[in-house]
């Protein structure tokens, strides 16, 4: 073989092996990844089915209930337009109150409820994911749409 081949075989070589490095991270990242979802999403089946991912945004005043077992709590999750129930057994965080922002992760089931493996509360006040805020806002702007055909004024959005 002349030198320009061999050179040409090394670096179609090197090329191969980046691109199985390449398909084996992204094969590996492809049960990993947790995409986030509203509940107005999850309503309008936008939500993967039978498979793990986030569903973020507030608590809704009055909707926790505890279990006797003292594990076992259900809530619901609203982005001020759809509510989405919720499942978890576990020990919730200090945070989790009435009213503040959660995400939660786990699957949605045949029966419409959420089953959280795990709960995350909102650390500070101030902040807010970009993609909680901005699903709060288009909720509002539709809240705000309805609500002035039917006479009622919406809560503006924080």
Not at 87 to 99: A, Q, R, S
Not at 131 to 155: F, N, Y
Request: a positive charge; glycine letters at 10%.
């Amino acid at each position: 073989m002349k030198p320009r081949q061999k050179r040409f075989m090394f670096i179609i070589g090197g090329l191969a092996l980046v691109a199985a490095a390449v398909g084996l991270v992204l094969y590996a990242l492809k049960n990993n990844v947790s995409l986030y979802f509203t509940p107005t999403q999850v309503y309008n089946k936008e939500a993967p089915q039978g498979r793990s991912f986030r569903i973020g945004g507030l608590v809704e005043a009055g909707s926790v209930k505890r279990e006797g077992d003292g594990l076992t709590v259900h809530f619901s999750i609203t982005d001020t337009s759809r509510n989405m129930p919720v499942t978890y057994k576990g020990i919730l965080p200090d945070l989790f109150k009435e009213g503040k922002g959660v995400v939660a992760q786990g699957k949605l089931r045949a029966d419409n409820v959420f089953y959280a493996e795990e709960v995350l509360a909102k650390h500070d006040e101030n902040y807010m994911p970009p993609e909680a805020k901005h699903a709060l806002e288009e909720a509002a702007k539709a809240q705000s749409g309805v609500s002035a055909a039917s006479g009622v004024t919406a809560l503006p959005a924080k």
